[in-house]
């Protein structure tokens, strides 16, 4: 099957993520997530793949056996099952030329994509490009990487001359509700030693830093009072949380930061008189300044409750994901030097970059998986002007099929990476 017309058939499958479904603790939160994972598990099975787990979470592992004696690192890629809930419509995928200027999407509707508004389209002139009718998310993000990594495991099938070690692969679902999926993934019960996501950006992007990502809920207790009778006992909890607000640093926050620069962004504002729920997020690409950014959130806390009264500010932290670049260090350093590699036998040039933001390698990383993340070629995920230009589709296949065999040549005999 064509990589392309696998990918279509794919967004044919509505797997919407259900903030609602996630928020009560079901995974899936979507059918449609379930009924592409059958998919791809027919799938595989007709390519011949071995040890292929369904789960009743949607969660799909498979491996692809060795035809090489020699002993080399398992390696595995990653992609996720469902598309985020910005857009729910059902998507009507389309393959158009792009020779420059505006691409029209939808003449009835007049949605276009403009170069104005996009003009990294300069860089696709002469590519087809895979757009939506403009009612719909594409859903490259994810399921252009579930494109590449079948049509790689194809390929490598259908030329068994191409020496490999065993590849696994995973399907996850719920990324886009804080990485639910690969929080619920046995690494342990996987067996591979280093691995891939599939989930970033144009063409020659490759992630190995993100944040180290934190929660805080912050809570404040006042005292209500009628205002007829208020004067010296009414203690107004929203006006604490404003107060504490006010006291975090003005420009970081998410609106006047960018590159490695860490934040603290005010989430959420809910309450009354009486009782005030504070929730923010807490950003840093360091371990040193995400750890110093936590430390002045509890400290200030503490001051804000030393002045206003004992249990008036509780101060509740937790960790959401590491940055990945924490598991990639020292002698852990060789699946970025593996993929740097693999890039450059594509002939693409690498761009790394930062992800503000997570992915599942990032929880992946932190259970004992070192996982960076390739591109997908995919762009402006999340958005109804998402589009995917064919080559790039193509060029992440050969990536993955270029990592596989960067994997044996560097771990054959003879041939050790240090």
């Not at 696998?6 to 996630?22: C, D, H």
């Not at 194809?154 to 692969?169: A, C, D, M, T, Y």
């Not at 993934?185 to 992007?205: K, P």
Request: aromatic share 10%; net charge negative; with cysteine.
């Amino acid at each position: 099957m064509d990589i392309v017309e696998r990918f279509i058939n794919y967004t044919k499958i509505n797997t919407t993520t259900s903030r609602e479904n996630g928020a009560k603790g079901i995974m899936p939160s979507s059918p449609g997530q379930m009924k592409l994972a059958k998919l791809l598990v027919s799938e595989l099975e007709a390519l011949g793949m071995e040890d292929i787990i369904l789960r009743e979470n949607a969660i799909v592992t498979a491996t692809l056996p060795a035809n090489t004696d020699e002993t080399i690192p398992v390696v595995s890629f990653f992609g996720h099952l469902d598309t985020s809930a910005e857009q729910t419509a059902d998507t009507k995928a389309q393959r158009l030329p792009y020779n420059g200027g505006d691409l029209c999407l939808n003449p009835e509707l007049n949605i276009y994509l403009r170069e104005s508004e996009f003009p990294e389209l300069k860089n696709y002139i002469g590519d087809d490009l895979i757009v939506t009718d403009g009612t719909s998310l594409l859903g490259a993000d994810d399921k252009a990487a579930l494109a590449a990594i079948m049509n790689a495991l194809q390929f490598l099938i259908s030329h068994p001359e191409i020496r490999h070690g065993e590849v696994k692969v995973g399907f996850v679902p719920d990324e886009e509700q804080g990485l639910r999926g690969a929080k619920a993934f046995d690494v342990s019960e996987f067996g591979a030693d280093f691995g891939y996501t599939l989930d970033c950006c144009g063409i020659g992007e490759f992630v190995y830093e993100n944040w180290n990502a934190g929660d805080a809920e912050i809570i404040f207790t006042g005292q209500s009072a009628h205002p007829m009778s208020a004067k010296g006992k009414l203690k107004n909890s929203l006006l604490m949380a404003h107060k504490f607000i006010s006291m975090l640093p003005g420009g970081e926050a998410p609106e006047y930061t960018e590159g490695r620069e860490g934040y603290y962004w005010v989430k959420q504002l809910q309450g009354n008189s009486a009782r005030t729920v504070l929730k923010l997020d807490i950003r840093d690409f360091s371990e040193e300044g995400y750890h110093a950014r936590k430390t002045f959130v509890r400290q200030l806390a503490e001051s804000a409750c030393a002045l206003w009264g004992e249990g008036s500010v509780i101060c509740q932290l937790s960790d959401r994901y590491a940055n990945v670049f924490n598991s990639l260090q020292g002698e852990g350093h060789y699946p970025i030097d593996i993929a740097l590699r693999a890039y450059q036998r594509c002939g693409i040039t690498p761009t790394p970059v930062a992800m503000r933001g997570g992915y599942d390698g990032a929880v992946l990383s932190q259970k004992g998986l070192p996982c960076p993340n390739i591109f997908t070629g995919a762009h402006n995920f999340h958005s109804i002007y998402e589009y995917l230009p064919v080559r790039s589709l193509r060029a992440a296949s050969d990536v993955v099929i270029a990592i596989i065999e960067e994997t044996f040549n560097g771990f054959t005999t003879g041939n050790r990476e240090s």
